[in-house]
């Protein structure tokens, strides 16, 4: 069964780092583009970061753009999320998501990771 | 960035009912619309890619259609595991970037 897995939530402080970890499984990793997308506490999903399946090319939303690099590890099929300089809008669930066939949408998500930045 | 626009924002619905929700882009998206159902405490779960692709296993009572800067979801009878979050989600440009969801509640 197709997974994923994310890790590397908590609670640190404004202008702190943090690395998010997404372990896949039951896929073939390596075909599929990659995401993160977030979700702030009682709000909607806003998407973050993108990368292709052999990590060339890479796309951020503009919020996180030279703070959030996304990598991937396909030789350990993993995704991550390394996060610096983190602000209070930073808090939210984390999601690892897969893209479909054709990247046009997320068709596997994980569970989430709570990212809290809170003095 | 393109701008997605979702109405209503929340809509109460009976079992049975038949539910319409729309999605307006701020520019043309061809067919790159995805819906998404989220029920609290839960990941998104795709329902609908390429505005009317149906994903598998996705009961046929959900619909999707439009293109270009409209599009809309239906669920024809609504069912109670119906009621849940829906969200629009266009994939022509980077940012990707979602409307801001559709609360599906009990009348």
């Known amino acids: 069964e197709a997974q994923l897995v994310e890790s590397g939530g908590g609670l640190v402080q404004p202008g702190a780092s943090l690395r998010l970890s997404c372990a896949a499984s039951g896929f073939i990793f390596t075909s599929s583009c990659m995401s993160w997308v977030r979700q702030a506490p009682g709000k909607g999903l806003e998407w973050v970061a993108n990368i292709k399946q052999d990590g060339s090319e890479k796309y951020y939303v503009d919020s996180v753009k030279g703070r959030f690099t996304i990598s991937r590890d396909n030789t350990k099929n993993s995704l991550y999320l390394e996060m610096n300089s983190l602000r209070a809008e930073d808090t939210a669930v984390y999601y690892c998501?897969?893209?479909?066939?054709?990247?046009?949408?997320?068709?596997?998500w994980g569970q989430g990771t709570m990212v809290t930045v809170s003095s | 960035d393109i701008q997605m626009t979702q109405s209503p924002s929340s809509v109460s619905a009976s079992v049975g009912d038949r539910v319409t929700i729309t999605c307006r882009a701020s520019?043309?998206?061809?067919?790159?619309l995805a819906w998404y159902q989220q029920k609290p405490g839960k990941a998104p779960k795709l329902l609908i890619s390429a505005a009317s692709s149906l994903q598998s296993g996705v009961p046929s009572r959900f619909s999707g259609s439009g293109s270009g800067t409209g599009f809309t979801l239906t669920i024809s009878s609504l069912q109670p595991e119906d009621f849940a979050t829906y969200y629009c989600?266009?994939?022509?440009?980077?940012?990707?970037?979602f409307g801001q969801g559709t609360k599906v509640e009990i009348k």
């Open positions: 998501a897969r893209g479909t066939v054709l990247n046009d949408a997320f068709d596997l």
């Open positions: 520019q043309g998206l061809s067919s790159w």
């Open positions: 989600q266009q994939a022509n440009s980077f940012p990707w970037t």
